[in-house]
């Protein structure tokens, strides 16, 4: 009996910590740069080269002049330890891209020394740019220019085509095009995130039911709650850094969609 009731707590308080993990977002500490003056990309990490930057703003200006989106590029040098979902979600919002009304913005943050790329999607672009779509298109289009140090033909490729789709999206064509393709896409596909922890979660949920009849399920809901009702609308309209916008921008925000891989 002793050795179930061990078996209980340190079940219990491993899924405390998972789920508080998840819950809670740190974007609140992160410090964010300000944009730049070419608005379409911000190349702090300085890895893009001239001809691409040009290829880049004319592209983001002409998708914006007609359809009123904005499609911006970040590059930085390093996330400090942040996970790059949370950073590249806290910019999107800090910044406001997109039209507040519409959340028609996107983002491609590159941290070149973490080898890491993350698409966040505007909420208004999540069903022209499916979570699968835009991390193939970086997979497919990106990833091998990122690790031949070819950063600015890699951005200038997948950002070209993200431009394409949001331009079909509103029925216009754009003239500064590059009209890249993807590849034909075979049957075999793979995901690019482990499903792992979500059966670990399940799992200690599965345990709490049968073990501990659901006390702690109840107590992390009410945790949730509370925890909405006190600020935190990561998910919602309006919430932090997504009601005014800056430097440019007009005020949209992210739910999280997108997309996360490496190099």
Request: proline share 3%; glycine share 16%; hydrophobic share 35%.
């Amino acid at each position: 009996m002793k050795n179930i009731r061990d078996f209980r707590r340190y079940s219990s308080l491993i899924l405390i910590v998972i789920l508080l993990i998840g819950t809670f977002s740190v974007s609140a500490a992160i410090r964010y740069p300000s944009p730049t003056s070419n608005k379409y990309l911000n190349d702090y990490a300085g890895i893009v080269d001239e001809s691409s930057s040009k290829q880049i703003i004319a592209l983001g200006n002409e998708l914006e002049r007609q359809t009123g989106a904005q499609a911006i590029i970040v590059t930085i040098d390093s996330l400090e330890g942040v996970p790059i979902e949370d950073y590249a979600n806290g910019l999107f919002r800090k910044w406001g891209i997109g039209q507040k009304n519409k959340d028609n913005g996107l983002l491609i943050l590159l941290a070149v020394k973490d080898k890491t790329w993350r698409v966040e999607v505007g909420r208004g672009l999540e069903g022209r740019l499916p979570d699968a779509l835009t991390n193939r298109v970086m997979v497919e289009l990106g990833k091998d220019h990122f690790i031949a140090g070819e950063y600015g033909l890699g951005l200038t490729k997948t950002y070209s085509v993200f431009c394409d789709e949001i331009a079909t999206e509103y029925g216009v064509t754009l003239t500064h095009s590059l009209h890249v393709r993807l590849p034909v896409q075979n049957h075999t596909s793979t995901q690019h995130r482990s499903s792992l922890p979500y059966f670990l979660i399940i799992g200690l949920l599965v345990i709490d039911l049968l073990f501990n009849r659901g006390r702690l399920i109840g107590f992390i809901g009410q945790m949730i709650f509370w925890s909405s009702l006190s600020g935190g609308n990561r998910n919602g309209r309006g919430g932090p850094g997504g009601g005014g916008g800056f430097g440019g921008f007009g005020g949209g925000s992210s739910n999280g969609g997108g997309s996360s891989g490496g190099w």
